[in-house]
């Protein structure tokens, strides 16, 4: 099944990280002007997601509420054998690890979410919705942070966050980044731990601090030490912590937008906080590095909306770039001169290598 759990099986998660390894390939041949290489390798991404597309209609479960998209299938020994993943009523169930099929489900809330950043399904596309909603809707969501057992494990959940600014919840996402800060880091320890629980520890740091100090070289204390109820373990520092508490930071500041086919796309601003942008304030960012090429902004609140200036390099391959406010818009103008390609909360931007932006909020 993958990672900790040996039960054999058919991953649905590694197939799909094959099928964007095929489609990247491509997309790196034609970035590099090789198009025959480019033109082989997209046929065979393109065949293989239409199989996959056919598998996801064929093991996806129907018979509740929400569609439940099992990440294996022909899952199971013979004497355990199961053609798809059952679906799971709760999902971040602290069932001991002997009751298999109650377990896994863990670790489907692990998997699941990293499908979603694969990207098999355009954001558009129905079927996209069906793991962020059950992830909601069965317990694999708390705080914003992706759940395992009694604890979060936040490490895991990339696509989970960037399904929210695909379907345009702020908010939702807003929560996400919040949480993953307050929550996944310690001030005393700076640390981001694998499965980590809520009560008390992760809310008092300097409880946090004298365990970590008594149990330095206590290697199972990750695992067993916790109190009654919520699971209370500090785990060991992980890189992928701050990593991913940083993916997010930049999620919200600039993002590739891969919900197109042409991954050409760069959006600006969709998940940072709307207090950002209040007046006075400032947000700058220099020399992001894209996959477009590097690109620089800042933008500064004022009483009436805000003021912003983009500026990219010769060469910016990006065919649009969208930058995205906190409230809708009523006018934008584009170094002094009125520009109506907006709506809503976004502004799809001109080519240029510098633009002034100013926009007023409704």
């Given at each position: 099944?993958?990672?900790?759990?040996?039960?054999?099986?058919?991953?649905?998660?590694?197939?799909?990280?094959?099928?964007?390894?095929?489609?990247?390939?491509?997309?790196?041949?034609r970035t590099?002007?090789?198009?025959?290489?480019?033109?082989?390798?997209?046929?065979?991404?393109?065949?293989?997601r239409?199989?996959?597309?056919?598998?996801t209609?064929?093991?996806?479960?129907?018979?509740?509420?929400?569609?439940?998209?099992?990440?294996?299938?022909?899952?199971?020994?013979?004497?355990?054998?199961r053609?798809?993943e059952?679906?799971?009523d709760?999902l971040?169930?602290?069932?001991?690890?002997s009751?298999?099929?109650?377990?896994l489900?863990?670790?489907?809330?692990?998997?699941?979410?990293?499908?979603?950043e694969?990207?098999l399904?355009?954001?558009?596309?129905?079927?996209?919705r069906?793991?962020?909603?059950?992830?909601?809707?069965?317990?694999?969501?708390?705080?914003?942070?992706?759940?395992?057992?009694?604890?979060?494990?936040?490490?895991?959940?990339?696509g989970y966050y960037?399904?929210l600014?695909?379907?345009?919840?702020?908010?939702?996402?807003?929560?996400?980044?919040?949480?993953?800060?307050a929550?996944?880091?310690?001030?005393?320890?700076?640390?981001?731990?694998?499965?980590?629980?809520?009560?008390?520890?992760?809310?008092?740091?300097?409880?946090?601090?004298?365990?970590?100090?008594?149990?330095?070289?206590?290697?199972?204390?990750?695992?067993?030490w916790?109190?009654?109820?919520?699971q209370?373990?500090?785990?060991?520092?992980?890189?992928?912590g701050?990593?991913?508490?940083?993916?997010m930071?930049?999620m919200a500041?600039?993002?590739?937008?891969?919900?197109?086919?042409q991954?050409?796309?760069?959006?600006?601003?969709?998940?940072?906080?709307?207090?950002?942008?209040?007046?006075?304030?400032?947000?700058?960012?220099?020399?992001?590095?894209?996959?477009?090429?590097?690109?620089?902004?800042?933008?500064e609140?004022?009483?009436?909306?805000?003021r912003?200036?983009?500026?990219?390099?010769?060469?910016?391959?990006?065919?649009?770039?969208?930058?995205?406010?906190?409230?809708?818009?009523?006018?934008?103008?584009?170094?002094?001169?009125?520009?109506?390609?907006?709506?809503?909360?976004?502004?799809t931007?001109?080519?240029?290598?510098?633009l002034?932006?100013v926009?007023?909020?409704q």
């Amino acid at each position: 099944y993958g990672g900790d759990i040996n039960t054999p099986a058919y991953s649905f998660y590694a197939n799909a990280t094959c099928w964007r390894g095929l489609n990247d390939t491509a997309l790196a041949f034609r970035t590099l002007g090789r198009q025959d290489e480019a033109r082989r390798y997209q046929q065979a991404a393109d065949g293989y997601r239409q199989r996959l597309l056919a598998l996801t209609d064929r093991i996806a479960d129907h018979s509740g509420k929400l569609a439940f998209l099992p990440m294996s299938f022909e899952i199971g020994a013979s004497h355990d054998y199961r053609e798809r993943e059952p679906a799971y009523d709760f999902l971040g169930i602290n069932a001991p690890a002997s009751n298999a099929w109650l377990y896994l489900g863990n670790y489907w809330n692990l998997f699941a979410p990293m499908m979603l950043e694969v990207k098999l399904f355009d954001a558009s596309d129905a079927r996209s919705r069906w793991i962020p909603d059950y992830m909601d809707a069965r317990g694999g969501i708390l705080a914003g942070l992706v759940r395992f057992t009694l604890g979060l494990d936040q490490i895991y959940g990339k696509g989970y966050y960037e399904s929210l600014l695909e379907q345009g919840k702020r908010e939702e996402f807003l929560t996400s980044l919040y949480g993953i800060f307050a929550h996944g880091a310690s001030q005393n320890l700076y640390s981001f731990p694998e499965v980590a629980g809520i009560f008390p520890l992760r809310v008092s740091n300097a409880a946090m601090w004298r365990e970590h100090q008594r149990n330095l070289w206590n290697w199972y204390f990750q695992w067993g030490w916790g109190f009654e109820g919520w699971q209370n373990c500090e785990g060991e520092p992980l890189s992928a912590g701050p990593g991913m508490a940083l993916q997010m930071l930049r999620m919200a500041l600039v993002r590739e937008a891969t919900e197109t086919p042409q991954q050409d796309t760069l959006r600006l601003l969709d998940g940072a906080p709307a207090h950002w942008f209040e007046p006075g304030k400032r947000i700058v960012v220099r020399d992001a590095p894209t996959f477009f090429g590097k690109i620089s902004f800042e933008t500064e609140g004022t009483t009436s909306g805000v003021r912003a200036r983009v500026t990219r390099p010769a060469g910016f391959s990006a065919r649009q770039i969208i930058l995205c406010t906190p409230r809708a818009l009523r006018s934008v103008s584009i170094d002094g001169k009125d520009w109506s390609n907006f709506t809503g909360q976004e502004i799809t931007l001109p080519r240029g290598e510098s633009l002034e932006v100013v926009a007023t909020f409704q």
